[in-house]
């Protein structure tokens, strides 16, 4: 027989977080976190130990906690998430947070989420701005059924679409464009540690910039005179991908920092060459 306070001290010494084993037997009990802390005098039973050790293995493995317990919170939203997706990041939240605060002036635009995954962007925007009109775009079926499930659940409208980038949205026009696209250089160092969530998703090209060039230079053909085109890029690449932005027409050209003061986000207002 092992008590919950047993369990939990056997990982830390093995090595697993405190926290990441707290959520995990959370997880395999089917418990709050703040009923776990009260009840670790609680016995286990002899499945419930085996469970959790091939839990703490997985994890000891460099799984995501995220895949592990099948959800993830981003920007107050519980998304299921599955290994078709990538698990949504807090630095992510950053994207939502200017979207949002562009949607002040504009509380019923028309916005794109392009290549949303498990649908964390689109949903959160709506969630925040319900009055938006939005719309996503993912060119992995996978994916895209986990964002349709999210909407469900969540209850929210959002507007899904299967394909490459603008590929499905014909002359469609909008007044935000939003998009997290792969930005990992291939051979990138940090590949590696993220070998459980799809590749297809991460890289693009040698330089990390196949996707964001594509995305910049198609976007105009889809943005109102005005509109604005917000991209998330890795933390070294911001000069670059401001200067695709202007060489494309764009103005207004700004950069947001994440939560760890790394430069994460460029954006663009889209104003068309005089006529």
Avoid at 166 to 191: K, M, T, W
């Amino acid at each position: 027989m092992m008590t919950i306070a047993e369990a939990l001290t056997l990982a830390r010494q093995q090595g697993l977080d405190a926290l990441d084993a707290q959520l995990l037997l959370c997880h395999l009990l089917g418990v709050e976190r703040t009923w776990l802390i009260g009840h670790d005098d609680q016995a286990l039973t002899g499945g419930q130990v085996l469970m959790f050790e091939a839990v703490r293995r997985r994890r000891a493995d460099g799984e995501p906690l995220a895949y592990i317990v099948g959800h993830k919170e981003f920007h107050g939203l519980a998304l299921r998430v599955t290994r078709d997706t990538l698990v949504p990041r807090p630095d992510t939240e950053v994207i939502v947070d200017w979207a949002l605060e562009l949607l002040e002036r504009r509380p019923t635009a028309r916005v794109v989420d392009l290549g949303t995954g498990s649908g964390a962007i689109a949903l959160a925007v709506k969630h925040a701005a319900p009055g938006a009109r939005v719309e996503a775009v993912e060119r992995s079926a996978a994916a895209l059924a986990v964002a349709r499930d999210n909407a469900v659940r969540l209850g929210l409208e959002v507007g899904w679409h299967a394909g490459d980038w603008f590929a499905p949205l014909a002359a469609q026009r909008y007044e935000l464009v939003l998009s997290n696209p792969p930005y990992i250089a291939d051979g990138d160092p940090h590949l590696p540690a993220l070998t459980y969530e799809p590749d297809s998703a991460l890289t693009a090209g040698p330089d990390g910039l196949r996707d964001l060039r594509a995305i910049i230079a198609a976007t105009p053909e889809h943005l109102t005179p005005g509109g604005w085109l917000l991209l998330e890029h890795g933390y070294d690449q911001a000069e670059a991908v401001a200067g695709l932005l202007r060489e494309r027409g764009f103005a207004s050209v700004r950069l947001r920092l994440d939560l760890g003061g790394q430069a994460r986000v460029t954006g663009g207002c889209w104003r068309p060459p005089a006529q």
